[in-house]
Antibody
Framework: EVQLVESGGGLVQPGGSLRLSCAASGFTLSNYWMHWVRQAPGKGLVWVSRINSDGTSTTYADSVKGRFTISRDNAKKTLYLQMDSLRAEDTAVYYC?????????????WGQGTLVTVSS | SYVLTQPPSVSVAPGKTARITCGGNNIGRKSVHWYQQKPGQAPVLVIYNDSDRPSGIPERFSGSNSGNTATLTISSVEAGDEADYYCQVWDSSSDHLYVFGTGTKVTVL
């Protein structure tokens, strides 16, 4: 059974940093591109970042470019999101999501999410 | 930037059919995916590549895509189908490469 379990969320002051983790099981992480998607309270889904299967290529939404860093450790079966220079507008539930098979551009499994609150 | 527009809400009686639209410029040329999200839960993929269903998703869920509108159809609606539904496409010209629709709240009367 595919499982994605996020951790690392919490309350942080504006300008602060946080690192999210996503532990993967039930599939071979190294075979799949992975993503982070966020959802502000009461709002819709917004894609944040992606990383290719071996970690050599990353892409970011403009809103987080230069502040967030996605990475992965396939040996540890874990995906990460380093978030620096956090702003109030980064407050959201952050989901890690697995790319569908055959390189599809959809997300076939999601974690339960971890809440990040940026506030003084 | 590519925009996907959904109606904010759709209401349907149990046993009837719900249709949720997703409008976008020439969306018929793209692959559309649909997610169901119940309160406090993570999204679940219910339709991918316009009309394919992942394993475990009931046949009551179906999708179509043509022209400027994609549609998610839920037949014989059940109380458990009450949720938010989001469409999604990939658009290389958008800042957010993976673009989500605005979301539709389906209420079962």
């Amino acid at each position: 059974e595919v499982q994605l379990v996020e951790s690392g969320g919490g309350l942080v002051q504006p300008g602060g940093s946080l690192r999210l983790s996503c532990a993967a099981s039930g599939f071979t992480l190294s075979n799949y591109w992975m993503h982070w998607v966020r959802q502000a309270p009461g709002k819709g889904l917004v894609w944040v970042s992606r990383i290719n299967s071996d970690g050599t290529s990353t892409t970011y939404a403009d809103s987080v470019k230069g502040r967030f860093t996605i990475s992965r450790d396939n040996a540890k079966k874990t995906l990460y999101l380093q978030m620096d220079s956090l702003r109030a507008e980064d407050t959201a539930v952050y989901y890690c999501a697995k790319t569908g098979p055959s390189g599809g551009d959809h997300f076939d499994y999601w974690g339960q999410g971890t809440l990040v609150t940026v506030s003084s | 930037s590519y925009v996907l527009t959904q109606p904010p809400s759709v209401s349907v009686a149990p046993g009837k059919t719900a249709r949720i639209t997703c409008g976008g410029n020439n969306i018929g040329r793209k692959s559309v995916h649909w997610y169901q999200q119940k309160p406090g839960q993570a999204p679940v993929l219910v339709i991918y590549n316009d009309s394919d269903r992942p394993s475990g998703i009931p046949e009551r869920f179906s999708g179509s895509n043509s022209g400027n509108t994609a549609t998610l159809t839920i037949s014989s609606v059940e109380a458990g189908d009450e949720a938010d539904y989001y469409c999604q496409v990939w658009d290389s010209s958008s800042d957010h490469l993976y673009v989500f629709g605005t979301g539709t709240k389906v209420t079962v009367l």
